[in-house]
């Protein structure tokens, strides 16, 4: 069974940072894309950031320069470090896999096959 499971979530003031892990578990991934969503109050959920099996990433236009997404392949985890945080960024953040081997970066969701749980990110003003 594949899991995902996000942690590094909190509360932050703007222009603060934070850093999201999440750890995959149940098979190899170290071909597989990972990418991070968010989905705000009221909102769909939409793409930030992914990476692909060799390290090519791609990000959303509204956090390219303040996000960098990375991922250790020896313990199957992906990192998004986000700095200067603003109130637009609180969200739920997930991280998704996809399950096609040695493919790039994407940002369309229906890509992805598992999902983890999702960590709050809350940014006070």
């Known amino acids: 069974q594949v899991q995902l499971v996000e942690s590094g979530g909190g509360l932050v003031q703007a222009g603060g940072s934070l850093r999201l892990s999440c750890v995959a578990s149940g098979r190899t991934f170290s071909h597989s894309p990972m990418g991070w969503f968010r989905q705000a109050p009221g909102k769909g959920r939409e793409f930030v950031a992914a990476?692909?099996?060799?390290?090519?990433?791609t990000y959303s236009d509204s956090v390219k320069g303040r996000f960098t997404i990375s991922r250790d392949y020896a313990r199957d985890t992906v990192y998004l470090q986000m700095n200067s945080l603003n109130s637009e960024d609180t969200a739920v953040y997930y991280c998704?896999?996809?399950?096609?081997?040695?493919?790039?970066?994407?940002?369309?969701?229906?890509?992805?096959?598992?999902w983890g749980q999702g960590t709050q990110v809350t940014v006070s003003a």
């Open positions: 998704a896999l996809r399950t096609v081997a040695y493919s790039g970066a994407t940002s369309h969701e229906e890509d992805y096959t598992y």
């Open positions: 990476i692909g099996w060799s390290g090519s990433t």
